[in-house]
Structures are given as C-alpha cells and as structure tokens.
C-alpha cells in the first residue's frame, strides 16, 4: 500500500481539487483507492457527496478501536473509498500528540490490504498531525502557484523537514497556472534547477476547476476535454511512473 499526501503550508493553491482529482484518476487506472479526508473544512468530502462524518469519533480511529467498514463510505467512483472529515477531526491533533510519528500509517493497518493507494488530504498547518503525515506518507504532493510567496512556503516546508531531521520526500507541482502571464512564465522556467524532483506536468487555472463546487465531481466527470481534466489525466501518468 502506497501513501501519498496533499499537502501545502498555504491555503488556496487548489491542493484539495488536486486530491480528488488524482485519486479519482488512479481510480480509473484500475488501482483500489482510498481519499482520507483530514481537514476539518471537509471540503473533499463534499465534492465527492460524502456527508462529513466519523462514526464513533476520531478518538476511536485514532486509537484503533474504530470499525473501518463503518466509517469508510463508498463513493459514486467504481475503485474510490473516502474515508470522510467532520469538524471533530480538528481533534485529531491532540489525539496523536502521545502517538509515534507513523501513526497513520499504523492507523490503516487494518485495511492495508484492501487497497494499493492512500490519498490524505491535509490540513494547511504545521502540527502533530502534519509531522505524523511527513514520517508515514512515501512522498509530499505540494501544490504550489507560481507566485513569490508560494514557493516561499515551499521554501519554508523544506527548511521545517530539515530543522526537524523528517526525512520526507517532496513532489512540489504547479497549479493555478496561467501561461499569459510574465510572471508566471519566468518562475516556471527555473523551477526545476532548485526542485529536481518538481512533477513536469502543470494544472492551469481553469474555471472548470472552480466548477467542482458546483458539480461535486472530479473535473473529467463532467468536462471530460478540459484542459483541465487533461492536465491532471498527465499528471496522474507521471505519478504512477514514479510509483512503479
């Protein structure tokens, strides 16, 4: 079982768009797929129509006294679970304060046979949880815009993974991109001199992104010949070559 994480200090750069719609693209490649859902805002959770709940709490998941055949949901994607948020995962920080740093992975052990990919999407905070998701995910997804003040959280990620000895394999990728713009081209053009591993493909800012809001789908769902939905269809495939 493979673990991968969304993940950015900075909100707004379109890291859960990128959850669903990645783990809804290796879906469709035919890998088992389960989408934890871990920030309180639930946000994936209601793209995808899964009512944002936990039963038991998340004290029980995160003590291991949780039945996972009653808090993981099927979603309408054949292949894709979502385990879902609620505003109790706001708790989840103290729950794992006491916890080893891979408990999350220790937390899924149950189910690590049923499938071959975990999805999280995090919350945008340096905390237990998030030190628990650098020691138990195989790489970082981070989302970044090409903007200043974007890559400098990258920056920041980085110097926060050092100073704190995590050795945690970062895959920064670029969304919200818009090729018209100077700016954006410049800071695209020398980013892989800094960050070697940087994914190639790039998400463009696309209001079919936007609309996910609306429909509570991923993007080829419903604009299957998007830019968009081709952008993440490339990324995907460029994923799973590194995952092989």
Same mark, same amino acid.
Not at 32 to 46: E, G, I, N
């Given at each position: 079982m493979r673990m991968l994480a969304l993940y950015s200090i900075k909100g707004g750069v379109g890291k859960t768009a990128s959850a669903v719609n990645l783990a809804a693209e290796a879906a469709r490649a035919g890998h088992r797929v389960l989408l934890w859902d871990l920030d309180p805002q639930a946000a994936t959770s209601y793209y995808l129509r899964v009512k944002p709940r936990v039963r038991g709490g998340?004290?029980?998941?995160v003590n291991?006294?949780?039945?996972?055949?009653?808090?993981?949901?099927?979603?309408?994607?054949?292949?894709?679970?979502?385990?879902?948020?609620?505003?109790?995962?706001?708790?989840?920080?103290?729950?794992?304060a006491n916890r080893g740093n891979s408990h999350l992975r220790q937390i899924l052990k149950p189910v690590r046979h049923d499938y071959d990919l975990v999805i999280l999407d995090c919350p945008p905070s340096l905390s237990h949880l998030s030190e628990n998701i650098?020691?138990?995910?195989? +790489?970082? /997804?981070?989302?970044?815009? !090409?903007?200043? &003040? *974007?890559?400098?959280?990258?920056?920041?990620?980085?110097?926060?993974?050092?100073?704190?000895?995590?050795?945690?394999?970062?895959?920064?990728?670029?969304?919200?991109?818009d090729r018209r713009r100077a700016l954006h081209r410049e800071i695209m +053009?020398? /980013?892989?001199?800094?960050? !070697?591993?940087? &994914? *190639?493909?790039?998400?463009?800012?696309?209001?079919?992104?936007?609309?996910?809001?609306?429909?509570?789908?991923?993007?080829?769902?419903?604009?299957?010949?998007?830019?968009a939905a081709r952008a993440y269809t490339a990324l995907w495939l460029e994923l799973a070559q590194r995952l092989c």
């Amino acid at each position: 079982m493979r673990m991968l994480a969304l993940y950015s200090i900075k909100g707004g750069v379109g890291k859960t768009a990128s959850a669903v719609n990645l783990a809804a693209e290796a879906a469709r490649a035919g890998h088992r797929v389960l989408l934890w859902d871990l920030d309180p805002q639930a946000a994936t959770s209601y793209y995808l129509r899964v009512k944002p709940r936990v039963r038991g709490g998340v004290g029980k998941l995160v003590n291991g006294k949780a039945s996972f055949g009653k808090v993981i949901r099927h979603t309408e994607l054949d292949n894709l679970h979502l385990l879902p948020a609620a505003l109790a995962s706001r708790e989840m920080d103290e729950h794992l304060a006491n916890r080893g740093n891979s408990h999350l992975r220790q937390i899924l052990k149950p189910v690590r046979h049923d499938y071959d990919l975990v999805i999280l999407d995090c919350p945008p905070s340096l905390s237990h949880l998030s030190e628990n998701i650098f020691s138990s995910v195989d +790489a970082l /997804l981070v989302p970044a815009v !090409p903007t200043v &003040l *974007s890559l400098r959280t990258l920056e920041q990620l980085q110097g926060f993974l050092d100073d704190h000895d995590i050795a945690c394999t970062l895959w920064p990728f670029m969304t919200l991109a818009d090729r018209r713009r100077a700016l954006h081209r410049e800071i695209m +053009a020398t /980013l892989h001199e800094r960050w !070697p591993l940087m &994914l *190639s493909q790039v998400i463009p800012s696309a209001s079919m992104v936007e609309r996910m809001g609306l429909e509570r789908r991923p993007v080829r769902d419903f604009a299957p010949r998007s830019p968009a939905a081709r952008a993440y269809t490339a990324l995907w495939l460029e994923l799973a070559q590194r995952l092989c």
